[in-house]
């Protein structure tokens, strides 16, 4: 008879936590906390973490199992770590073993030992920096590695080489023979110095340091609001050092896989941190090494996107979170989490200071600020006199349109080009344009598996649907009538492209789309033109708007604002707002003036002109009231229940039976919506179906949903059709 029994956590989709006995032979005081196993799980093993060690089980005898393998001697996670993870399946009502097999890097969970593997630098040696040029003129291959440990000056290790599309291990193994380059086991201290120096703070940017600073011995929540170019990743840079020095770790979070290259390189030139990074553009080898190195505490700085949030800190001492508003940071499947959110209960488990910074609040840390739980620090001015841009509305009614460009529009861009500054146009769409027509009988290219059309992609010659993915090829008749009158409706950014590269056909253009940068390293490549000055015009989707520093710019046009007026969400205006207050700030970055020239067919359009008029902190301020009198977040709490099946039926008779067991359950001060169609009722082949739960206060909502939950898993209707629980949704899609 054991003395105690092992609460494990198995990668399933059920809501609880499963029991052990020990393994044979092995005693007490083998096992602790944040350790992994392997069990029998059914027919097959998995891997599992023990979260706690009981004297006692609810479970028979003859129904227990012992573990197969303990795998790992001494706690891979640690309290702290078990505690938040249970926090987030508590919170989010997710089945605690998924929670888990997001929060760990693959490798990790797949049960593989937690060991760090040292890495080989490489770097110029003596006689490699003394070469010249003729020396490796005939090896251009070689001349490229040159010049690439050159600029970067300090050792490199093997990813770093990633970038180059040719085999540079040959050219690379030649340069080790001749002794050009040397090879250097890493070093894995983490004492930093500062490279470069940095910029003598501004007086706002002194203050945010200073109260950051000041309040660093503890929790504490800052909100960072600055206009684009007001300095932020300065503030960053100076409370990173801070922290460093004092021996302490910094996690930052960043929206976007694709801002994670730019600000490592803006890092790695001020700061002589040992980094690492994590994003999905890494494999899973790097991942868990990153996971690895951050938490044995031989990085300082962890820059990652939203799953880097769960990563162990070694010696916590600050958290950063950039554009914190943005919704990446929300995972929208599976595991429904805020990246943000889970970020404040790190802070505030470890009890460091977290520093959210955005040119545009969300309403929700806008909310927090009034409410006192965040501190609102606030940079208002462009740094080193660059001037606010001059924003302006085209009013589109009744004007000649070029493919939707209007004349004011064309002209603005012409007198940019002729100074020799550069022009970002940006379009909410990629592809051609959003519908295929027939002039003759009106047949539109529908997707048959979703509610939605068929968007032109003319440079692939497809249409492609942006909900499921299907494709066809381009009719070149008419489906319906046969009549080869088919024509496109409305833009995309290819249409935009195709019209300025006829107008201006000797100005190089480029286009940043998802479609345009799939391939590896193709962002990074667009951005070098752009600074170079290679590309003049710049079109593109709102992956534009996000974080980068393009000086030349001084005119950004808005091509398209009016589908974003009139939209069934509450949160579009929020969304527009911060968008066209984003891409404002890629206008006129230094000494120059920026435009902003925005086409609508709303001139008088109430959002627009309190933004253009005031600013974004009078809509935030007009915004928050109007949610207030709504009853909408901040001031509402929402879940959304989302069920989804093949047969729209299924769907129907599930959320009957939801109704019956909601009807069983204490509903006081809970709002029921529902249920209703989703607003694309039909995606992916599949018919969707949403109940809505509000209350003004989390506690009610999550007692009401913790007695829901286990009912709807029981409901053999279940069985027929897909559903998820989303707390705080930030769409209702
Ligand atoms: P943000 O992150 O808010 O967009 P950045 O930190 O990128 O702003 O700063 C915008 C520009 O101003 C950058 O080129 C940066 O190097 C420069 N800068 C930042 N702080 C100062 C300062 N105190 N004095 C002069 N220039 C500064
Ligand atoms: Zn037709
Ligand atoms: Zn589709």
Not at 32 to 38: F, M
Request: charge should be positive; hydrophobic fraction near 40%.
């Amino acid at each position: 008879m054991p003395k105690f029994y092992l609460n494990i956590v198995v990668d399933t989709p059920l809501y609880r936590i499963f029991d052990y006995l020990p393994a044979e032979q092995s005693s007490r005081s083998d096992y602790q906390t944040g350790q992994r196993v392997l069990v029998s799980f059914g027919k097959t093993q998995k891997i599992g973490v023990i979260v706690g060690i009981a004297s006692s089980t609810v479970l028979k005898q003859k129904q227990l199992k012992p573990i197969n393998q303990l795998l790992d001697s001494s706690p891979l996670l640690s309290a702290q770590d078990l505690k938040l993870f249970q926090w987030a399946a508590d919170y989010y009502h997710h089945p605690i073993g998924e929670v888990f097999s997001q929060a760990l890097p693959k490798q990790i969970r797949s049960g593989l030992s937690p060991s760090i593997k040292l890495r080989q630098l490489y770097s110029l040696s003596d006689t490699g920096l003394t070469l010249e040029q003729k020396q490796l003129k005939r090896s251009p291959r070689q001349s490229t590695l040159w010049h690439h440990l050159k600029v970067i000056g300090q050792p490199v290790d093997i990813d770093s080489f990633s970038s180059f599309d040719w085999d540079w291990r040959g050219p690379l193994k030649s340069m080790i023979e001749k002794n050009w380059v040397t090879i250097s086991p890493e070093d894995v201290s983490t004492t930093t110095s500062t490279q470069k120096p940095g910029f003598q703070p501004n007086p706002a940017q002194q203050a945010a340091i200073d109260t950051v600073s000041e309040a660093s011995k503890g929790f504490h929540v800052f909100l960072l609001d600055g206009v684009t170019g007001s300095g932020k990743t300065e503030v960053y840079l100076q409370l990173i050092q801070r922290v460093i020095d004092a021996g302490k770790q910094v996690l930052i979070l960043l929206p976007e896989i694709t801002l994670t290259p730019q600000l490592a390189h803006r890092f790695k030139q001020r700061l002589a941190a040992q980094m690492v990074t994590s994003h999905s553009g890494l494999n899973d080898t790097q991942r868990s090494q990153a996971w690895l190195r951050f938490k044995a505490g031989f990085a300082n700085i962890l820059l990652g996107t939203r799953s880097a949030v769960f990563t162990p800190m070694h010696k916590p001492g600050m958290i950063i979170l950039d554009e914190e508003h943005d919704t990446s940071f929300k995972q929208q499947e599976g595991f429904r989490y805020s990246a943000r959110d889970i970020a404040i209960m790190r802070a505030r488990d470890y009890n460091i200071p977290i520093v959210l910074g955005t040119a545009t609040p969300s309403l929700e840390s806008l909310y927090n600020v009034q409410q006192n739980r965040f501190t609102h620090l606030v940079l208002p001015e462009r740094t080193a006199g660059a001037l606010k841009p001059d924003i302006r509305l085209i009013d589109c009614r009744n004007q000649t349109l070029n493919n939707h460009l209007s004349k004011p529009l064309l002209k603005a861009i012409t007198k940019t080009l002729e100074r020799g500054e550069q022009v970002i146009l940006f379009v909410n769409r990629r592809g051609f344009a959003p519908v295929l027509m027939c002039h003759s009988c009106g047949w539109v290219g529908q997707c048959r598996r979703c509610d939605s059309r068929l968007v032109i992609h003319k440079q692939a010659n497809l249409l492609r649907c942006h909900h499921c993915g299907v494709e066809h090829a381009i009719p070149n008749t008419c489906p319906s009538c046969q009549q080869a009158e088919l024509f496109p409706l409305g833009l995309g950014t290819e249409r935009v492209e195709e019209t300025l590269g006829s107008l201006f056909p000797n100005i190089p253009l480029s286009r940043i789309d998802r479609d345009s940068t799939r391939k590896k390293d193709a962002m990074q490549s667009v951005i070098d033109k752009v600074h170079e000055g290679g590309a003049q015009i710049l079109v593109g989707t709102q992956m534009l708007a996000k974080g980068h520093h393009f000086p030349n710019v001084t005119l950004v046009g808005i091509v398209d604002i009016d589908a974003g007026l009139f939209s069934c969400d509450f949160r579009a205006s929020e969304r527009m707002s911060q968008l066209i207050t984003q891409v404002a700030g890629r206008a006129g970055r230094e000494e120059k003036l920026g435009r902003v020239l925005i086409q609508t067919h709303h001139p008088e359009h109430p959002l627009l002109n309190t933004l253009i008029e005031h600013g974004y902190a009078r809509f935030a301020k007009d915004a928050l009231i109007e949610r207030q009198q709504a009853q909408l977040p901040p001031y509402y709490y929402q879940a959304l229940l989302r069920v989804n099946a093949i047969n729209e039926q299924a769907v129907l008779t599930f959320l009957n039976d939801a109704k019956q067991s909601i009807a069983s359950i204490n509903t006081q001060a809970i709002n029921i919506l529902g249920p209703v169609p989703a607003p694309m009722l039909k995606r992916a082949g599949r018919f969707r179906y949403q109940l809505l739960i509000e209350s003004a206060q989390r506690k009610p909502r999550h007692l009401f949903l913790k007695q829901l939950l286990p009912e709807l898993q029981k409901l053999k209707s279940s069985r027929q059709v897909r559903w998820s629980i989303d707390i705080d949704p930030v769409d209702l899609f």
